[in-house]
């Protein structure tokens, strides 16, 4: 499984993104995931989809939305009302079946995309 991330760029705060990750196989049966790092800091649990259940850390309720794509192999994040705080490289991860409570554990995880860069200015 191989994946990437895309669709980073520069935007004012209040504005919107939106992180596209795509990959080689189908990930239909998958749960798919975004996790961020922000200069010296570690990478941290942003949106899940599981075949049941979709998951967002607190950070991002209400302004982020992580959906699949009509394609088996992608995955986006919508990321409205950004915030300079929401500046980081943010990471596709993806995995065959992970246990509920591991959704938020970057070490759960088993394959990861290469990173986009989303800069939020002030």
């Known amino acids: 499984v191989q994946l990437q991330a895309s669709g980073g760029g520069l935007v004012q705060a209040g504005g919107s993104l939106r992180l596209a990750c795509s990959g080689s196989?189908?990930?239909?049966?998958?749960?798919m995931a975004w996790f961020r790092q922000a200069p010296g800091k570690e990478r941290e649990f942003v949106a899940a989809?599981?075949?049941?259940?979709?998951y967002y850390a607190d950070s991002v309720k209400g302004r982020f939305t992580i959906s699949r794509g009509n394609v088996d192999n992608t995955v986006f994040l919508q990321m409205d009302k950004l915030k300079p705080e929401d500046t980081a490289v943010y990471f596709c991860?993806?995995?065959?079946?992970?246990?509920?409570?591991?959704?938020?554990?970057?070490?759960?995880?088993?394959?990861w995309g290469q990173g986009t860069l989303v800069t939020v200015s002030s």
């Open positions: 991860a993806a995995d065959e079946s992970i246990y509920p409570g591991h959704i938020k554990h970057r070490a759960r995880w088993n394959y």
């Open positions: 989809s599981s075949r049941r259940e979709i």
């Open positions: 196989g189908r990930f239909s049966r998958y749960a």
